[in-house]
């Protein structure tokens, strides 16, 4: 089979999903291309995938239509000859870059008038494919294929080097005590965002036992991860902002045990196949979980969720205000039992 183009999905949980559908691709046959049209903040984790042949920046922000930069790049990749392209966004404009290449078969679910532009389009089907993964890897197959099999696992490769230089430039240590991995931020928004000092209770709970604990997050979340340190008694170790995604990627794979938002860390930290406590609020774990079974999934399940809001629409937020630390902490260890 020919070289397939991948125009793959802007945020990093999804682009660590999509790895389930590049490993499908290569079970298919394995000596198939793959490369990624993608976000230049993701390209590090494809590096991480072994699957992917070559990764290609998308010189566009998130939402920018720029037809003519998109023309262009089109043009610019027709010399590489693919055969499929492969569009994981619903959007109209991800499948105008493989029409102006003249990728013979572009395959892609319908979604905002853009049937005209694919030559393989698929209706989703909600009903049967319920979590993105699914229907991420659905679009590998022939149209109507059932999915039999367990979907693939992402799994990210690391690297020594690039870990022990993050170490050392962040002057931390690993071996002599276990360490903790706290994900507390989530760019959605604040209604999947667990409340900080609940953060800092399991975070001085672990401290107090003599583990280290790392607070990871983007610039973002520098100072959510700072509030935290300071109620936790200044115990902590503030990377967030500190850290490039390989960076992330490297220390998370050291961690002794993560809890997280549901958030592209929590994904990243599953293709690590760390053991893990993800907690849910607004979202649904049955539509975006961890993909790692040594994952457990903490969630209330009210009523009122998940309402998928990146804000909670009745001002309470009861689905992670009442979701108590000492039930993490319960969960926590009943993992590292396992």
């Not at 499929?84 to 959007?91: D, E, G, H, T, Y």
């Not at 698929?122 to 197959?141: C, E, H, N, S």
């Not at 973002?220 to 700072?226: A, F, G, L, M, P």
């Amino acid at each position: 089979m020919g070289a397939v183009l991948i125009v793959a999905p802007s945020w990093v949980g999804d682009m660590v999903m999509a790895q389930s559908l590049f490993k499908v691709l290569k079970a298919q046959d394995a000596g198939r291309a793959i490369d990624v049209l993608a976000p230049g903040w993701t390209l590090a984790l494809l590096e991480r995938m072994p699957e992917v042949r070559d990764a290609i920046e998308m010189p566009l922000g998130h939402g920018q239509l720029q037809l003519l930069t998109r023309r262009r790049l089109g043009i610019s990749l027709r010399a590489a000859g693919y055969e499929q392209a492969i569009l994981l966004p619903n959007s109209f404009k991800s499948a105008l870059i493989p029409y102006w290449a003249d990728i013979p078969r572009r395959t892609g679910y319908v979604g905002e008038l853009r049937q005209w532009l694919l030559t393989d389009c698929r209706k989703l089907d909600r009903v049967r494919l319920t979590q993105t993964v699914q229907r991420f890897v659905a679009l590998g197959l022939p149209d109507g294929a059932v999915l039999t099999d367990p979907v693939p696992e992402p799994a990210l490769d690391t690297s020594n080097e690039n870990g022990r230089a993050a170490l050392q430039r962040l002057g931390l240590q690993t071996g002599q005590q276990p360490v903790l991995a706290l994900c507390p931020g989530a760019e959605f928004g604040p209604a999947k965002k667990w409340p900080e000092a609940y953060y800092a209770e399991v975070a001085k709970t672990w401290l107090e036992q003599g583990w280290q604990v790392w607070l990871f997050g983007s610039a973002n979340d520098v100072s959510v991860c700072d509030r935290i340190n300071t109620l936790a008694g200044s115990g902590c170790e503030v990377l967030a902002g500190q850290t490039r995604l390989e960076d992330a990627i490297d220390l998370l794979a050291m961690a002794s045990f993560v809890i997280t938002n549901d958030s592209g860390l929590m994904h990243v930290a599953a293709a690590l196949q760390r053991p893990m406590v993800a907690i849910y609020g607004s979202s649904d774990p049955g539509f975006t979980p961890p993909l790692a079974e040594t994952a457990q999934i903490e969630r209330l399940g009210l009523d009122c969720s998940p309402c998928f809001k990146r804000e909670c629409p009745l001002g309470h937020l009861n689905c992670l205000n009442e979701l108590l630390p000492e039930r993490i902490i319960t969960a926590m260890e009943e993992v590292m039992k396992r």
